[in-house]
């Protein structure tokens, strides 16, 4: 069956998939894992998974989006065991990438918007921009316009042409404030910091956090490699497509250490920072710049670019859910979606400092509407799906994904045994350890 979609160019499926992969996780998320866990021994360990979780499937999920050429509900639904329950769990793929959406387009939206302020008004704080009701409920609907109208056009004129321009604003961007942490008086100290292993550090905690920062960063488990790899041509090689995007992915987090870690020692400023690291560390250093708000705007529109790749390829697959299961135009999918995804959007930008009721919410811990969203969808859903993964690749379909992934490509039946392995073995007792190790210990 043929694609009415398919990527017009290799580089073009490179280049989504990074840009899908890369996001606030890589810039944000990234170097605060790393200050927390001992800097180089995080580092090396995360890398770790990358190799031994990370590729393998992220080849799981491209060769099942090929072989299938279908949306990741009818891929689901026509492998996993019949019933109610399962039919449920085919859904998955499809609401989690829906809901994340929700709430990633709105802080994504506060980034641009912070950006914007900061840099008419150097006094301009972050949870000025989220407190600010009207400000956030507009940033979230004004991103939510700009990214359907990417999709609109579809996978050659939107998201392709939209990813070629944008993945290398990205590179050099940071390749570019990069060079001007390293340049900065004792820049060294926090290169060292973050590229030299103290093993003291690494303990099963650091492990879990690694695993799971890998995991995550790569974009498994959310629907989004399975409906990108639906669009490749049998001809591609997926092999080299996912180590590309893997690379891509793993360099902008490595930009991003690079980038904050210098900076960071230079002027003395703690690591202790938490989730608050970029938005609120990051201003007071670019404030003692001399171009300081230049540099300012650039970082925070970086944030964007990534966090914007990201939203594209969430709604591309429900967009594509759409078309596939009910018919609908590409146009008509897009404002079904938006008008699906507007209430739980909305509610999500009132949630940091708008409204308490919805700051305070309170679930297993977690505090706040989008966080225990994020808790629900970017954590338990995705583990849960990246385990359905595993179980569809490495032990039913085992043959037919070996075959698949040698189309391109030239691996070896010991190399397509050792992928099977990691995928059958390795990657769900390391799913099943994130998923204890976060949520019951």
């Not at 490179?14 to 890589?26: F, H, Q, R, T």
């Not at 003395?268 to 670019?286: A, C, H, R, W």
């Not at 018919?327 to 940091?352: A, D, H, T, W």
């Amino acid at each position: 069956m043929e694609r009415s979609q398919s990527w017009k160019s290799k580089i073009g499926f490179i280049l989504a998939a990074s840009g899908a992969a890369i996001g606030l996780g890589n810039i944000q998320r990234f170097p605060y894992l790393v200050a927390h866990y001992g800097g180089g021994a995080f580092l090396i360990t995360y890398l770790l998974f990358v190799l031994l979780l990370g590729i393998p499937l992220v080849l799981a999920e491209f060769s099942l989006g090929r072989f299938f050429l279908r949306n990741p509900f009818e891929i689901f639904q026509r492998n996993l065991p019949r019933g109610k329950f399962f039919s449920c769990l085919s859904t998955l793929p499809i609401l989690i990438p829906f809901f994340i959406f929700s709430y990633y387009v709105v802080i994504t939206g506060w980034t641009f918007s912070f950006s914007l302020f900061y840099f008419l008004d150097n006094s301009t704080t972050f949870d000025s921009v989220t407190s600010n009701a009207p400000l956030s409920m507009a940033s979230a609907v004004s991103l939510l316009v700009i990214i359907s109208s990417i999709v609109i056009l579809g996978v050659n004129r939107g998201i392709e042409m939209m990813s070629k321009i944008v993945m290398p604003i990205l590179f050099i961007l940071l390749i570019f404030l990069v060079i001007n942490s390293l340049l900065l008086e004792n820049s060294m100290k926090g290169l060292r910091f973050f590229l030299r292993v103290d093993w003291s550090k690494i303990d099963s905690q650091l492990f879990i956090f690694a695993a799971g920062q890998a995991f995550f960063s790569l974009c498994v488990g959310e629907g989004v490699l399975m409906t990108y790899g639906s669009y490749a041509s049998k001809k591609d090689n997926l092999v080299s497509s996912a180590l590309y995007m893997v690379f891509f992915d793993t360099f902008v987090a490595l930009m991003s250490g690079l980038m904050i870690f210098p900076a960071l020692f230079s002027f003395n400023m703690s690591l202790d920072q938490g989730s608050t690291l970029i938005y609120k560390v990051m201003p007071e250093i670019f404030a003692t710049f001399a171009y300081g708000k230049i540099l300012s705007l650039a970082f925070f529109l970086t944030l964007c670019f990534a966090a914007i790749t990201t939203c594209i390829a969430l709604m591309e697959v429900v967009v594509n859910f759409f078309v596939e299961k009910f018919g609908y135009s590409r146009v008509k999918s897009v404002f079904v979606f938006n008008g699906l995804v507007l209430i739980p959007m909305l509610i999500s930008s009132l949630s940091k400092g708008v409204s308490s009721t919805l700051s305070d919410f309170q679930i297993l811990g977690v505090t706040g509407f989008m966080d225990v969203m994020d808790l629900f969808w970017g954590n338990l859903a995705m583990l849960f799906c990246g385990l359905l993964v595993s179980f569809l690749v490495g032990w039913k379909l085992s043959s037919q994904m070996k075959k698949e992934l040698s189309h391109g490509s030239s691996l070896s039946e010991c190399s397509l045994k050792f992928w099977l392995f990691l995928v059958a073995y390795v990657a769900p007792l390391s799913i099943l350890l994130i998923f204890c190790f976060n949520f019951f210990l």
